[in-house]
């Protein structure tokens, strides 16, 4: 054989090889990404990031309470199966680790409030305030973190990925100006907010409003309910606040913010969307129309 024929030989063995590799890459991503969201609002967000292109399985489900949330068994079945999981962080899912190394999942983990800058309490510094996304510009954060996450592990789909990520931005950004619009035809004096436990602190930051209290005076629905002394506290800065509503939560018993209403003598508003998003086609269906809806309750009844 000569050279030549040598030669052409190893080049058709080269040429063979490239194309399986190639073959091989093209097909990497043949099945969805196995994808568990820990609550509905990031479920939410990464289903505008991703698409088609994921399995999602929600953890803790549309009007769910991820601060009290007992995992079940299917849990730990679609972690081990997973190859990623997008969880909020800032101490949100404190239950995540043990599930997480009880199934034995090898998943990647993504917090993805990774940037925001966390909410400090003055007279408490050891608790974390996990309700990032109730500003909507942190949500922003939220998506490009979840777009990083994704194209790390599937990077032949980068340009559908960027592409959603720049569209869902779009509609996160004229969301943030339209709550601005809105909160500045509520006057200065009544952008106070007294809720069932301490959710809105990231969204009183950025749209201006002061948080008065919460029936549950924690970042978590898990605390102790409040002492007498803590609801008097409350009843006497509701009254010198001249608050005149309160408002709980779609996620949260109502039960103590309305036996406080009670005793002040001012009116519970209707539930809000703060910790999980209503049931799909409620008016709280969707990351976009729950901020919506929480605004224009407060239009409604903050006058
Ligand atoms: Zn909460």
Redesign the pocket.
């Known amino acids: 054989m000569s050279y030549v024929t040598k030669f052409l030989n190893i080049g058709k063995v080269m040429l063979l090889a490239f194309l399986i590799i190639g073959l091989g890459l093209s097909t990497a991503r043949a099945e969805k990404i196995k994808a568990i969201a820990t609550i509905s609002i990031i479920g939410d967000v990464l289903k505008n990031v991703a698409g088609d292109k994921v399995d999602l399985v929600v953890l803790v489900g549309p009007n769910g309470?991820?601060?009290e949330y007992e995992p079940i068994p299917a849990d730990s079945v679609s972690i081990a199966k997973a190859d990623i999981i997008f969880e909020n962080g800032l101490h949100?899912e404190h239950w995540l680790d043990k599930l997480y190394m009880a199934s034995g999942s090898k998943a990647k983990r993504i917090v993805v409030s990774q940037g925001v800058a966390p909410r400090i309490f003055e007279d408490n510094p050891n608790e974390t305030d996990?309700?990032a996304w109730q500003d909507v510009s942190n949500v922003v954060l939220y998506t490009k973190n979840i777009r990083d996450a994704l194209v790390s592990i599937d990077p032949l789909n980068k340009d559908i990925y960027d592409s959603n990520v720049r569209n869902y931005i779009q509609q996160l950004q004229v969301l943030d100006a339209w709550v601005k619009a809105q909160v500045a035809s509520i006057p200065v004096g009544k952008r106070k907010l007294v809720t069932n436990?301490?959710?809105l602190g990231y969204f009183a930051g950025r749209y201006g409003f002061k948080i008065i209290g919460a029936v549950i005076p924690s970042?978590?629905?898990e605390a102790a309910d409040p002492s007498a002394k803590q609801t008097a506290d409350l009843l006497n800065i509701i009254r010198a606040n001249g608050v005149c509503v309160i408002f709980s939560?779609n996620?949260?018993n109502p039960k103590l913010a309305r036996s406080l209403s009670h005793e002040a003598g001012i009116e519970i508003g209707p539930l809000l969307y703060?910790?999980a998003l209503g049931p799909s086609g409620s008016e709280g269906g969707t990351y976009l129309s729950m901020i919506k809806y929480n605004v224009e309750i407060f239009r409604k009844y903050l006058k």
């Open positions: 309470d991820a601060h949100l996990p309700h436990h301490d959710d970042a978590t629905t939560e996620m949260a703060t910790d």
